[in-house]
């Protein structure tokens, strides 16, 4: 099992960014794919991004592509979203999960484990 909490979230301008990050404890960091989801209100959680056990592979929701990279250190058990040319559409709640496989997924439902979230406002 692996407990995760996220950080880094807040109030930015359109144009500016924020890197958050996602700190695991429990069972070895490295043994799980993660992702990192997001939540607007009165919408369905969606996929943004994902990587694999290793780091050296990455794949992203297509209008995240060129904005977002994520990146997971495993000595330090975090996972990371930096988050650049925000918009105000990318207003959320950004959620970091595990899964329990290699390469993760763009699905929520493959997650196995799910952090509490953190909230990240865009104003215009």
């Known amino acids: 099992q692996v407990q995760l909490v996220e950080s880094g979230g807040g109030l930015v301008q359109a144009g500016g960014s924020l890197r958050l990050s996602c700190a695991a404890s429990?069972?070895?960091?490295?043994?799980?794919?993660m992702g990192w989801f997001r939540q607007a209100p009165k919408k369905e959680r969606e996929f943004v991004a994902g990587?694999?056990?290793?780091?050296?592979?990455?794949y992203y929701a297509d209008s995240m592509k060129g904005r977002f990279t994520i990146s997971r250190d495993n000595a330090k058990n975090t996972v990371y979203l930096q988050m650049n040319s925000l918009k105000p559409e990318d207003t959320a709640v950004y959620y970091c999960?595990?899964?329990?496989?290699?390469?993760?997924?763009?699905?929520?439902?493959?997650?196995?484990?799910w952090g509490q979230g953190t909230q990240v406002t865009v104003s215009s």
């Open positions: 999960a595990a899964d329990d496989t290699t390469w993760g997924s763009r699905s929520l439902e493959k997650y196995d484990y």
């Open positions: 429990g069972r070895a960091f490295s043994s799980y794919a």
């Open positions: 990587i694999n056990r290793s780091g050296r592979n990455t």
